[in-house]
């Protein structure tokens, strides 16, 4: 199976997007919610927890595993490609979320300037701006961390008129930044969930971004490439969930993210 990790519930956006374009495969979904939210915690925090949920999933027999979260992407795994895969299960893989994003950014902007929107972790870690520079030099990065976004969509404030006030509010602090930005990534998996609120705010001139979709043909990208990882795949049209924390709240709240009703199971993975 191809298993998504997240430490919360923004990863069911990627899935989400995955069950859509490749829905011939078998996935496993795991949330570390119990240990949830990643973004403010330790690099070294960050890998251990990343570490030990991509063990688990490979042992639940998952040869390819998908970093859901930007947090885990970004802190965790270079590390883990670099240091631990080559002494473990041989021939798995794990991937990210933030390089296939900025792998395709040039393709959006006109201006060469980009704004990130992102969790605290996610825009300290500066994951973008280093994986964008390599592959375009050129291209000016600037970003914004939004802490309150996450939460508020987690507790099912899509739609509150509060919320409309801190993505304007965001928005406002990343726009004035530069008036030459003309393309938002939106680097935390909750933000797609938001794109209503987002448009309500940017001129029709400034694209905005959600990784879901890039991620999930990037992935399409690298199966095809990839036979020797394809191959091993099943292709049942089947998914699992699972969560650190309480089924029963972890199923509501994915509700909100996949608008339709899952049932999920309680697994330890430390």
């Known amino acids: 199976m191809i298993g998504v990790f997240d430490s919360g519930f923004g990863g069911l956006t990627i899935l989400d997007k995955f069950l859509e374009i490749l829905p011939e495969y078998d996935y496993i979904f795991l949330g570390d919610n119990a240990r949830a939210p990643y973004g403010n915690r330790s690099y070294e925090t960050v890998y251990n927890y990343t570490l030990q949920a991509v063990k688990k999933l490979f042992s639940m027999g998952c040869p390819l595993v998908i970093l859901g979260c930007n947090t885990a992407s970004a802190k965790a795994l270079r590390t883990i490609q670099q240091n631990d895969l080559p002494n473990m299960t041989p021939g798995n893989r794990v991937l990210g979320i933030i390089r296939p994003t900025a792998e395709i950014i040039a393709d959006y902007t006109q201006s060469g300037k980009v704004g990130i929107l992102g969790t605290s972790g996610t825009v300290n870690s500066k994951s973008y701006i280093l994986e964008i520079k390599k592959l375009y030099p050129k291209i000016q990065v600037y970003q914004q961390a939004c802490p309150l976004l996450a939460p508020l969509v987690e ?22 930044q530069d008036s030459g930005i003309d393309t938002i990534i939106l680097g935390c998996t909750h933000y797609p969930l938001l794109m209503n609120s987002f448009k309500k705010f940017v001129d029709s001139n400034i694209k905005i971004v959600p990784q879901n979709e890039i991620v999930a043909h990037s992935l399409k990208d690298y199966l095809s490439r990839h036979p020797e990882i394809d191959n091993r795949l099943t292709k049942n049209g089947t998914v699992k969930y699972f969560t650190t924390d309480n089924s029963t709240m972890f199923d509501q709240t994915a509700k909100l993210f996949l608008n339709r009703d899952i049932q999920s199971r309680t697994i330890e993975i430390f």
């Open 155 to 176: 507790n099912g404030e899509i739609d509150n008129p509060g919320t409309d006030y801190f993505v304007n509010k965001y928005l406002n602090l990343l726009l004035s």
